[in-house]
């Protein structure tokens, strides 16, 4: 089992929600995350897996990719402009600052989480996180379970297994269980890890961003990209491992003075995330498409106080929609220079069984 794994990891089977609801929104934005969704996606635990080295997907991510009709939509682009020393005031009312005050900020932020910390769960502890993914009006929340030492998942709202017929209750919290494979990964070679060993892995890295990335780019593979720069996978490997519910305190100092690195990031202040809460974003800018897809800007969302990770928004460059749609299918217009993605985390915690909140 995967490190915070696709909840559909333990049953390969379990079919995407209904396509005609979908289909319109997923041709937008799946010729720009094909890619990197499918080097996360782990396989089934009954298959036999290649050698491989880590990948890691956080609950999340797994339930934009399987809500991504709910999430496509349109947003103000802030302006990343800059005058050298000077902040500049953005569309939203929130303040750009420039590198040298960026940096500072970023500093800030690490050397405030370095201090901070919990205890690690036990292995047989569950770790929670209530996401939403936001768009067109939709606001899709979705909550999961994953078990410390990766031999268990649990969601709301459930999926309904092939063949489950009408009496399926997607309310009804869904439990799945598997065989412990972190030994068995180890014996035969495996790179994927549950959480509790990828947790340890983070422990490991050193203290320097630049060792830290190279570290973290070699062990932690999320799938290359061709034609993708190194400021552009920095960036988008950064953006992943936020997406994990538990970060060792050094790592996330690491992480957030290897986002000062990363050419073009700037932190925006005074802005609220999709949910309306206070936040501070740190964003990079991309004027034309990318490799990966990506057009205009990237945000990254956190507590302007405690520096938690609060969510994201992702803009992609529109794709031409397919003419063979379901008949009288929403469409989102290919012309559309800002389909975004967008996730918020609205809960996290350690819990003691499935079904618990913090």
């Known amino acids: ?12 089977d379990a079919p995407l929600p209904d396509s005609e609801r979908l289909a319109p ?15 996360r996606r782990p396989a089934p635990s009954s298959a036999r897996l290649p050698r491989r080295r880590i ?11 399987a809500v991504i009709g709910g999430v496509i939509l349109s947003l103000p682009d ?8 000077i902040a500049r005031h953005t569309a939203t009312g929130g303040r750009m600052l420039s590198a040298q005050a960026s940096a500072d900020t970023l500093e800030l932020a690490a050397a405030t989480v370095a201090k901070m910390g919990s205890p690690e769960p036990g292995p047989k502890q569950w770790v929670y996180e209530k996401s939403t993914s936001l768009g067109q009006g939709i606001h899709q929340p979705t909550e999961q379970w994953t078990r410390w030492d990766g031999t268990g998942d649990a969601s709301l709202p459930g999926i309904a297994p092939v063949g489950s017929g009408k009496g399926f209750d997607p309310k009804k919290l869904q439990v799945r269980y598997g065989p412990n494979q972190e030994a068995k990964w180890k014996k035969e070679g495996y790179e994927d890890r549950s959480q509790r060993q990828f947790y340890d892995f983070l422990k490991t890295l050193p203290s320097d961003p630049d060792l830290m990335m190279q570290r973290i780019l070699h062990a932690h593979a999320i799938g290359d990209i061709k034609g993708e720069t190194a400021a552009q996978r920095d960036w988008r490997e950064i953006d992943v491992l936020y997406r994990s519910v538990l970060i060792p305190p050094n790592a996330q100092a690491g992480l957030f003075r290897a986002l000062a690195k990363v050419p073009g990031a700037r932190v925006e202040k005074g802005i609220k995330d999709a949910l309306g809460r206070p936040a501070i974003g740190v964003t990079v800018n991309y004027p034309k498409p990318i490799a990966s897809g990506h057009l205009g800007r990237q945000e990254i969302w956190f ?24 008949k009288g299918a929403p469409v989102t217009p290919a012309q559309d220079p800002n389909p975004a993605i967008i996730t918020v985390r609205n809960a996290s915690g350690v819990v003691d069984k499935p079904g618990a909140r913090p």
């Open 1 to 12: 089992m995967n490190d915070l794994y696709d909840p559909s990891a333990l049953r390969a």
């Open 25 to 39: 929104q997923r041709a937008v934005l799946v010729a720009a995350s094909r890619q990197e969704t499918d080097n």
């Open 55 to 65: 990948v890691l997907v956080t609950a999340a991510a797994a339930a934009a990719a």
């Open 78 to 85: 802030r302006s990343s402009g800059q005058t050298a020393g």
């Open 303 to 326: 507590d302007p106080t405690t520096y938690a990770y609060l969510g994201e928004v992702q803009h992609v460059a529109p794709v031409k929609v397919p003419k063979e749609l379901p």
